[in-house]
């Protein structure tokens, strides 16, 4: 191919084919009419130097793309222009980059004249000598994706904002059952005081070792009250998603205890179906939280019964799924999902509750999705409704033993 700077090049030697023209002829036709569209693409096509990137050509779009005139670019390297936090990274990757096929395709930050920097999506192609393998050069086309990086990251940022509104939304369901959840130990607290000053009042010579258990009976129950808040506060918080791996049946459980006095206050109870030891997964903590907590209290609202009546069940199951995925069911009594079809539940804003908004089970199933699984809902042929959270890579159990150990 021939993108060249001044100077033409040909890399072809000429043989004849069945017609009887020269393959030069077609390959200079070939290489011409190429260089012909390199010269008037939108995308900008460089040639650089296989040590330091230096450009030995650079297509006229590099005065749109970068500004630069072709003949300023000429000669410099393309480590002069990466942005600083991106230049280091690729000098050490560069060396153990495996080319697909030949082909590499990466988005960077680039320097354009004016000083700003503007995103750009590169695919190279190593040329080799045909005979000793060596690298020649590198092809590199390139295109200013600015805008679809900032409409990503904006995107980004409005559905963590979204995620943060709906985990908001989920406290706000369970608020009344917190501050129940909280009241219990806090009052136990008060208890175990005023016991204490009775005792020091009748017998004002009591050692600090006699008044050791309920001291420490006031520290534990102090503590688990601090542990209920900051799970609040953890779950509440504005934070990047992080994926590691997951033990799902701690996990649950904890679900399981931090739902229970919500699922009392409306004469339901929940209880874990799950199998021991249950594989894990490499998944994000607080969003697998969001994903359940959302299901059990949508299960709990479904299966809701008066408090004179027997009381309503939810249950949370566990298998594999085809083979290294595991399936989480979280089951309910309810009504079941009507006409049988559970689309038009993860629609956003379709909702059936009066006070509902209808974001839960679309944001639900987008963060799912996020993690390479499924969300799908079905109707249980005994009754009520069974919404099911498929999740791959399965991790070694060794993984999250070494974790906990760290």
């Known amino acids: 191919m021939i993108l060249s700077h001044g100077k033409k090049q040909s890399v072809m030697n000429p043989s004849n084919n069945k017609y009887g023209?020269?393959?030069?002829?077609?390959?200079?036709?070939?290489?011409?009419?190429?260089?012909?569209?390199?010269?008037?693409?939108?995308?900008?096509?460089s040639r650089h130097t296989p040590d330091d990137w230096r450009f030995i050509y650079a297509s006229p779009a590099v005065k749109v793309v970068l500004g630069f005139e072709v003949d300023e670019i000429i000669g410099m390297s393309a480590y002069e222009l990466y942005h600083p936090d991106d230049v280091d990274d690729f000098k050490r990757r560069r060396p153990s980059v495996i080319y697909d096929?030949?082909?590499?395709?990466?988005?960077?930050?680039?320097?354009?004249?004016?000083?700003?920097?503007?995103w750009l999506e590169s695919t190279s192609r190593t040329i080799r000598d045909i005979d000793t393998g060596e690298l020649r050069e590198i092809l590199v086309v390139s295109r200013d994706v600015s805008h679809r990086v900032d409409a990503d990251e904006r995107m980004r940022q409005y559905q963590n904002e979204l995620n943060r509104a709906s985990r908001m939304a989920a406290i706000g369901e369970m608020a009344s059952g917190l501050?129940?959840?909280l009241n219990q130990p806090l009052t136990a607290i008060i208890n175990y005081v005023r016991g204490i000053e009775r005792?020091?009042?009748?017998?004002?010579?009591?050692?600090?070792d006699e008044l050791q258990t309920p001291l420490a009976r006031i520290a534990s129950t102090a503590q688990r009250?601090?542990?209920?808040?900051?799970?609040?506060m953890d779950f509440a918080r504005k934070r990047e998603p992080k994926r590691e791996p997951l033990d799902l049946f701690e996990l649950v459980t904890g679900l399981i205890e931090f739902c229970g006095n919500t699922a009392k206050q409306h004469n339901v109870?929940?209880?874990?179906?799950?199998p021991s030891p249950?594989?894990?997964v490499m998944a994000d903590r607080v969003q697998i939280e969001q994903i359940l907590l959302n299901l059990l209290l949508n299960g709990i609202e479904a299966s809701q019964r008066p408090a004179d009546q027997l009381c309503g069940k939810v249950w949370i199951e566990a298998s594999l799924y085809k083979?290294?995925?595991?399936?989480?069911?979280?089951?309910?009594?309810?009504?079941g999902i009507p006409d049988n079809d559970a689309e038009p539940l993860f629609e956003q804003f379709f909702t059936t509750k009066e006070n509902g908004l209808g974001m839960g089970l679309p944001i639900s199933r987008s963060l799912v999705e996020a993690h390479g699984g499924q969300l799908i809902g079905e109707n249980l042929a005994e009754g009520g409704a069974a919404f099911r959270v498929i999740l791959p890579e399965v991790v070694d159990n060794n993984a999250l033993i070494n974790k906990e150990s760290r």
């Open 21 to 45: 023209v020269s393959e030069l002829t077609g390959d200079a036709e070939r290489n011409r009419l190429l260089a012909e569209m390199a010269e008037q693409s939108t995308d900008m096509i």
């Open 101 to 118: 096929q030949g082909f590499y395709t990466h988005t960077y930050r680039f320097r354009r004249k004016d000083g700003c920097y503007t």
């Open 179 to 181: 501050a129940h959840e």
């Open 199 to 208: 005792r020091v009042a009748t017998n004002p010579k009591l050692t600090l």
């Open 225 to 232: 009250a601090g542990d209920i808040l900051h799970r609040m």
């Open 269 to 274: 109870q929940i209880e874990s179906r799950l």
């Open 278 to 280: 249950l594989p894990g």
């Open 323 to 335: 083979g290294k995925q595991v399936m989480i069911s979280v089951c309910d009594q309810g009504e």
